[in-house]
């Protein structure tokens, strides 16, 4: 999908690329099983854990506060209070299993897993993967479209540099 308004290609960027970290983490829990413990030494997990540590801070922080302090309160202003509340509740959700996720995925990278901190990362790792999945789907499916046809093209430029002036 390619978008037109320069916020919404860029958070659709964004989406896709946490989707692929997501589609990583859960082939990673699929292919360990909960009661055994991972070598978090093997080079893929070391490059996953590292992705995960950095790209659940970026998104729990940057993007989710972009979208907060800047889209919803400027798509209230249009009259679409609804789309806002919802997607601000589900960050809520979502803040503090990606942070807690990033925290896991660091020590793990520090110190490896044992039994009780892989059990942690496992299932943590599978209620980030459920929820962030059906919230970047409500996102791309509702969120992005309304950006695409109510933003004037001054907003939409100075919405962008103030975004891209955040990484």
Same mark, same amino acid.
């Given at each position: 999908?390619?978008?037109?308004?320069?916020?919404?290609?860029? %958070?659709?960027?964004?989406?896709?690329a946490?989707?692929?970290?997501?589609e990583?983490? $859960?082939?990673?829990?699929a292919?360990h099983r909960r @009661?055994?413990?991972?070598d978090a030494? @093997?080079?893929? #997990?070391v *490059? %996953?854990?590292? @992705? %995960?540590?950095?790209?659940?801070?970026?998104?729990?922080?940057?993007?989710?506060?972009?979208? /907060?302090? *800047?889209?919803?309160?400027?798509?209230?202003?249009?009259?679409?209070?609804?789309?806002?509340?919802?997607?601000? @509740?589900e960050h809520a959700? %979502?803040r503090?299993?990606g !942070? *807690?996720?990033?925290?896991?995925a660091r020590? !793990?990278?520090?110190?490896?897993? +044992?039994? !009780?901190?892989w059990?942690?990362?496992h299932?943590?790792?599978?209620?980030?993967? $459920?929820?962030?999945?059906?919230?970047?789907?409500? $996102?791309?499916?509702?969120?992005?479209?309304?950006?695409? $046809?109510?933003? +004037?093209? /001054?907003?939409e #430029?100075?919405?962008?540099?103030?975004? *891209?002036?955040?990484?």
């Amino acid at each position: 999908m390619s978008f037109t308004n320069g916020v919404s290609q860029v %958070l659709h960027e964004e989406h896709q690329a946490t989707m692929a970290l997501v589609e990583r983490l $859960e082939q990673f829990i699929a292919c360990h099983r909960r @009661d055994v413990t991972p070598d978090a030494s @093997d080079t893929a #997990a070391v *490059r %996953l854990l590292s @992705d %995960l540590a950095t790209g659940m801070e970026n998104e729990v922080q940057r993007h989710f506060a972009f979208e /907060e302090e *800047r889209l919803f309160t400027y798509l209230n202003t249009m009259g679409n209070e609804a789309i806002g509340a919802h997607l601000t @509740d589900e960050h809520a959700l %979502l803040r503090p299993i990606g !942070a *807690r996720l990033a925290r896991l995925a660091r020590e !793990a990278a520090a110190t490896g897993f +044992d039994a !009780a901190k892989w059990m942690e990362f496992h299932q943590t790792g599978q209620k980030l993967c $459920e929820t962030l999945r059906a919230h970047v789907q409500k $996102e791309e499916m509702a969120l992005l479209p309304l950006i695409e $046809e109510s933003m +004037d093209a /001054e907003t939409e #430029a100075q919405f962008l540099k103030e975004y *891209r002036e955040t990484t």
